[in-house]
Structure formats: C-alpha cells, structure tokens
C-alpha cells in the first residue's frame, strides 16, 4: 500500500508543479497562490529572499513562462522535490534556469514551500 501512496503523492505533486507552470504561461496570480505556501521563500541566484507576501504585493508581472523541460519528482514522506528546467520570458529578458521546488503535505494537502533557481550559461 505505500507504493500506492508514494505514487498518488507524485502525481499530487507533479500536478502543483504543472499549475506552477501554467500560471506563469497564463500570469495567472491566483492560480500561483494556490499553488504556494503562505510561509513560502524563493531563492534567486543574486541571493534574494522572496516571501509569498512581497511576491504577491509586487506589482512586478509574473514572467511568461517560453519552455519547460526536465521535469522529475522526488517524495519523501510529508516532503517532495521537484527538479526541472525553465525559459522565461520576462519583458525584453529570457530567462534560462534550472530549479528545485519543495513542497510539503500539511493536512493532506500539498503546497510548495521553497525554491532555489540556478541560471543557466548561455550556449
């Protein structure tokens, strides 16, 4: 039964991952604030801090999301990691960067809880 667990726990996760995606593509602020934590943090390569509060006041747009790729999930327990590949759009800048995303079920629900984006070199 544990598999059976493990594998609906994936899915739950690969799903938020999805949304997370999807409301890039869509700008879609409500839709990424069901998909995070209330006491979510990013991590940017310049070493920000972002909480879900000051991503959610700023009035910055949410990047358009290019190309996704390199996607897999990773659950441990109450725990999962995501790991993939994104290209943003964001203004006149693209944006390539690898991430790690991790969530975390409380009360039977998942939501990401963190974020560390890596750049990519240009080819």
């Avoid at 999807?22 to 995070?36: F, I, K, P």
């Avoid at 747009?61 to 109450?78: H, K, M, P, R, T």
């Amino acid at each position: 039964m544990l598999i059976t667990v493990e594998i609906d726990a994936k899915a739950q996760v690969l799903r938020l991952d999805n949304a997370w995606n999807e409301a890039y593509r869509s700008h879609n602020r409500e839709q990424l604030a069901n998909v995070l934590a209330d006491d979510f943090l990013a991590l940017t390569p310049a070493g920000d801090a972002i909480t879900k509060a000051l991503l959610m006041v700023n009035p910055s747009e949410i990047a358009s999301l290019v190309a996704f790729s390199e996607q897999d999930a990773q659950v441990l327990g109450d725990t999962a990691v995501t790991r993939g590949r994104l290209q943003l759009q964001l203004g006149d800048r693209r944006i390539d960067q690898r991430f790690l995303r991790v969530f975390a079920c409380r009360n039977g629900v998942w939501r990401a809880v963190s974020v560390a984006v890596t750049p990519v070199p240009g080819e």
